[in-house]
């Protein structure tokens, strides 16, 4: 088993994610190695699934339910492969391990303590995780800074890791920022010189330093990181700022990070097969076909938030060779004179996935415009149960249609609470969450789109379109194109090709499977609509 261990210094959110999920996938591929990740988050909730969007960006959901780092989103994006749920270590579930063992004596006895105790239950998942998958190479991106409290026990763990398994089994890559100050006009080292120091102080010794900056590293500053780390000029590697995060793979590889890696680990049969990589990126960045695609939702102020959308929204359009341009509308308190201002220049509309009532009329708005007037639409969990209420008011002429998580009094709950969710107190992992089956209506576009008569996507929502309203919305012209084999949930929702040119709405969350090689099909129908 060979380990690759990614570090951060210096200030978060520099992109140690992004930079794990590169460093993988170059792996994977120009070697030709089963690649896993391993992403470890000091906090000590058991996942990211109670904490508000604003608060920790997008979460990210698997197949088996798993509620994770938005991270994982990157690691399935560049490595094509369908992550679990036990791939994510948190605080909080190493310690409610840790509790749930000495609760059953298995400590025999002993004191249990933060060290060996919680120490060792990490490091037995970074040994027992990978052997079950058995695969060859296992990256560990360690989250927050170097120096925080809460990430030094697997900071501690992965010092182990390496004594356990030797330095040709295990490496350590630290990514660092490196400031550029404007009134010197020079990359200063000083940051990293102590973040590499914290690391060292800790027992770790990085066999790389990735410098994250506005430009490439001087080759001074290399030098300079170089000699206060150990490490010759050819192991610091430049990570410059990208607008398009699909070129830091080959970035990485230009300085031949993947090869002195290979050398390191002593890995075989090194071969350049990035082109599918490389021709995409070549078509994104020269596409002359520029599209606007509006998102409309109230967490816009932290665009995290949609982070798996905006990457779907790339994969697709790499594939159709369309520029696009993202344009934010946040919906709370917005009136439909407003939606027909700022919607008019707008080439195709996305409603992603929300709770709560607050921007719920303001999308209500958005979608009306879009249906109205032919703009391709995409609909996403929310978009879809909104969808649902707007044609339900216009069409069907039921005015006070809602959902009983907006308005619990209303006389026509077209958008109800899942019968198995009215008991449910408790808010962590008790969704309607993961990979689910759906049985597509023959020749609907959804299953024109899929090119199959049934679709699996992931899910994370309480509630559905009430089962009471099937009837008089399809007796309306809506197309209820995609059932759960029960035929109780909607899961697809569309309108007829000769009354709109894309209007299409899931229950599901498509954008979390859509990778940067495969795009999702109803992404790629809709931007592909808007070329018609």
């Given at each position: ?160 890791l390496q004594m356990k398994f030797g330095k040709d089994n295990v490496i350590f890559v630290h990514l660092t920022y490196v400031p550029m100050l404007s009134n010197v006009g020079e990359q200063k080292s000083k940051p990293t010189q102590q973040s590499v120091h914290l690391l060292m102080e800790q027992g770790i010794f990085p066999d790389f330093i990735l410098g994250r900056a506005k430009d490439p590293l001087s080759s001074a500053i290399k030098e300079k990181i170089g000699m206060y780390s ?303």
């Amino acid at each position: 088993m060979k380990y690759i261990v990614v570090t951060g210094g210096v200030v978060s959110g520099i992109g140690k994610g992004v930079a794990s999920a590169s460093i993988a996938k170059l792996i994977q591929t120009n070697y030709d190695l089963k690649v896993m990740p391993i992403k470890c988050d000091g906090y000590l909730n058991v996942d990211p699934g109670t904490m508000n969007p604003i608060e920790h960006g997008e979460v990210f959901v698997m197949d088996d339910g798993g509620e994770v780092d938005m991270d994982f989103g990157h690691y399935e994006r560049f490595l094509n492969i369908t992550t679990k749920f036990s791939w994510n270590l948190t605080m909080g579930k190493i310690l409610s391990s840790i509790i749930e063992k000495e609760r059953k004596g298995l400590f025999l006895g002993k004191t249990t303590q933060f060290i060996p105790h919680v120490t060792n239950e990490i490091l037995e998942n970074f040994i027992r995780l990978p052997e079950k998958e058995n695969c060859d190479v296992c990256v560990i991106e360690i989250g927050g800074t170097i120096g925080d409290l809460e990430n030094a026990f697997y900071v501690e763990a992965v010092r182990q890791l390496q004594m356990k398994f030797g330095k040709d089994n295990v490496i350590f890559v630290h990514l660092t920022y490196v400031p550029m100050l404007s009134n010197v006009g020079e990359q200063k080292s000083k940051p990293t010189q102590q973040s590499v120091h914290l690391l060292m102080e800790q027992g770790i010794f990085p066999d790389f330093i990735l410098g994250r900056a506005k430009d490439p590293l001087s080759s001074a500053i290399k030098e300079k990181i170089g000699m206060y780390s150990n490490l010759d000029e050819d192991n610091i590697i430049s990570a410059p700022d990208v607008s398009n995060i699909y070129d830091i793979p080959l970035n990485f590889a230009k300085e031949k990070l993947d090869k002195k890696i290979g050398t390191k680990l002593k890995l075989l049969g090194y071969k350049n097969r990035m082109n599918l990589w490389a021709d995409l990126l070549h078509k994104m960045k020269n596409s002359k076909t520029k599209k606007k695609i509006l998102i409309a939702g109230k967490y816009t102020a932290l665009h995290d938030s949609y982070a798996s959308v905006i990457e779907a929204i790339k994969h697709a359009s790499a594939h159709l060779s369309i520029k696009p341009e993202i344009v934010w509308l946040d919906t709370s308190y917005l009136t439909y004179e407003q939606a027909k201002t700022k919607l008019k220049d707008i080439d195709a509309i996305i409603v992603p996935g929300g709770f709560g009532s607050r921007g719920t009329e303001g999308k209500i708005n958005v979608i009306k415009y879009a249906r109205e007037n032919n703009i391709p639409y995409l609909g996403l969990c929310f978009g879809l149960q909104l969808a649902t209420i707007e044609y339900a008011r216009t069409v069907c002429g039921l005015k006070d249609a809602n959902s009983t998580e907006i308005n619990t009094e209303t006389t026509n709950p077209i958008i109800d609470i899942l019968p198995e969710q009215k008991d449910v107190d408790k808010k962590g992992h008790t969704m309607r969450l993961g990979s689910q089956l759906a049985n597509l209506k023959p020749n609907s576009l959804t299953s024109k789109l899929y090119n199959s008569h049934n679709a699996s996507e992931r899910h994370r929502h309480r509630y559905e379109v009430n089962p009471d309203y099937h009837k008089i919305l399809e007796d309306k012209g809506l197309i209820l194109s995609g059932l759960s084999p029960n035929g109780r949930l909607v899961e697809y929702i569309e309108l007829p090709k000769e009354k709109h040119k894309y209007f299409i709405a899931t229950q599901a969350h498509p954008e979390l499977k859509s990778k940067f090689e495969e795009p999702n099909p109803l992404f790629f129908g809709l931007l592909k609509a808007t070329l018609e």
